[in-house]
C-alpha cells in the first residue's frame, strides 16, 4: 500500500463509511456522485493501492486521474505528499512515462500477413473458423512471421525465448492485445502437447484482452469468452442474435478471471455498468457466475450466460446456445 495508516481514516472523516480496503484498492463514496447518499452499502471510486490514481465506476459518473484531483475536490487544495511518500510519487511518474512512452511513442507494429509463405498457419485458422468466408488478412492483431514481430518491436528476448523462437516462429500463430502486452500464441500442429503459450510483451495496470467491435458502439453490452477462437467463431456465426446489439466482443486470454477482464473493459473501454454475456465453458458450473454477480452487482448491471450444447465451448460448430440468466 503506497498511502500511510491515516489515509483509510482520512476518507472516512470526510467521505463517510463504509471504507472498504481490498488487495488491489480502496473503494469508498465519490466525492462528485454520492456525496450525500449515506443509504447505500457499496460505492463505486476506487483508489488504486499501487498507484496515486482512483476511478469511479458508476454508470453516469467517469470521474479519473491522480489521487491530486481527489483530494483537490474533498477540501479545496493539494495534500498528496501528507498521505504518499515523495518516493513513491516519483517512482510513479517514471513509470508513468515509461508506459506512455511504450504505447504512443513506439505502438506495437504488426509485420504484414504471408500466407505463401506460412501456408499451414493459414489452413489452420480455417479450420479453427469451420472454413467461414472471413477474410484473414483482415483478423485483428493476427501475427504469422514471429521473428519479424520480435525484431520490428524491438522485443527483449530472455533466455528462455532464445531457446524457443525458432520452434513458436515455426509452429505457432499469434495474436496481440489491444494494448500490446501479451501476445497469445497457438500451436498448428494439433498432435502436439505444446497447445499454448502466452508472452507477456510488457506491464500494465489491468488485465489486457483481445477485442472484436460488436454492432452498437453505442451499447453497454459486452460479449465475453475464455479464448480467441471462442469469441471470434461467435463473432462470425453470432448464433446468440446478440452481435447487431453488442458493443465489443472480448477475452483475456486463458487463465485470466472474468471479473479483471469486466473491470479491465469498464475502464478502457468507458463502459459503465455493462449488460454481461458469457459464452461458458462447459465444464464452468453456473454457480461460479451466481457469486460473480452477487458480489459486483455495483458494476455489473446484468449477467447472461450460454453454453454450447453440442461441445465445451464456442469454437465447437454447429453452435447450440443455451442460456441462462444470473
Known amino acids: 500500500m503506497i498511502y500511510n495508516d491515516e489515509f483509510v481514516e482520512y476518507l472516512k472523516s470526510n467521505l463517510g463509511d463504509p471504507v472498504k480496503v481490498t488487495s488491489t484498492n480502496i ?12 443509504d447505500k452499502k457499496h460505492y463505486h471510486l476506487y483508489i488504486s493501492l499501487k498507484s496515486p490514481i482512483f476511478h469511479c465506476f458508476y454508470a453516469s459518473c467517469n470521474h479519473s486521474g491522480l489521487i491530486k ?3 483537490e475536490k474533498i477540501e479545496g487544495k493539494d495534500t498528496t505528499e501528507k498521505f504518499v511518500s515523495k518516493e513513491n510519487l516519483e517512482k510513479f511518474k517514471s513509470e508513468k512515462f515509461f508506459t506512455k512512452r511504450l504505447r504512443n511513442e513506439n505502438p506495437t507494429v504488426i509485420p504484414p500477413l504471408n500466407e505463401h509463405i506460412f501456408p499451414y ?11 467461414a468466408n472471413t477474410d484473414i488478412k483482415n483478423m485483428k492483431g493476427l501475427v504469422f512471421d514471429i521473428k519479424s514481430f520480435v525484431k520490428i518491436n524491438n522485443v527483449q528476448l530472455s533466455d528462455v525465448h532464445q531457446r524457443i523462437l525458432d520452434y513458436l516462429h515455426t509452429n ?4 496481440v492485445a489491444e494494448h500490446g502486452t501479451v501476445m497469445s500464441l497457438r ?21 489486457d484482452y483481445y477485442r ?6 453505442h451499447s453497454n453490452t459486452i460479449i465475453l469468452g475464455e479464448g480467441i477462437f471462442d469469441i471470434a467463431t461467435e463473432h462470425i456465426f453470432d ?9 465489443v466482443y472480448a477475452c483475456g486470454f486463458s487463465g485470466g478471471s472474468y471479473l479483471a477482464l469486466i473491470k479491465s473493459l469498464i475502464f478502457h473501454e468507458q463502459i459503465f455498468r455493462p449488460d454481461v454475456i458469457i459464452l461458458s465453458d462447459k465444464d464452468v458450473e453456473q454457480n461460479n457466475y451466481k457469486k460473480l454477480k452477487k458480489f459486483n452487482g455495483h458494476i455489473i448491471d446484468t449477467l447472461n450466460v450460454y453454453y454450447n450444447r453440442t461441445g465445451k465451448d464456442f469454437n465447437i460448430t454447429p453452435i447450440v446456445p443455451e442460456r441462462f440468466i444470473i
Open 27 to 38: 473503494i469508498c463514496r465519490c466525492p462528485w456522485c454520492e456525496y450525500d447518499k449515506t
Open 212 to 217: 472484436l467491435p460488436g454492432g452498437n458502439p
Open 239 to 247: 448464433s446468440i442474435g446478440m452481435k447487431s446489439d453488442a458493443r
Open 187 to 207: 500451436n498448428v500442429d494439433d498432435k502436439s502437447e505444446f497447445h499454448y503459450y502466452k508472452w507477456k510483451l510488457s506491464e500494465m495496470k489491468f488485465l
Open 69 to 71: 484531483k481527489l483530494l
Open 172 to 175: 505457432f500463430v499469434g495474436f
Open 121 to 131: 498457419k493459414e489452413q489452420y485458422l480455417r479450420k479453427r473458423f469451420k472454413f
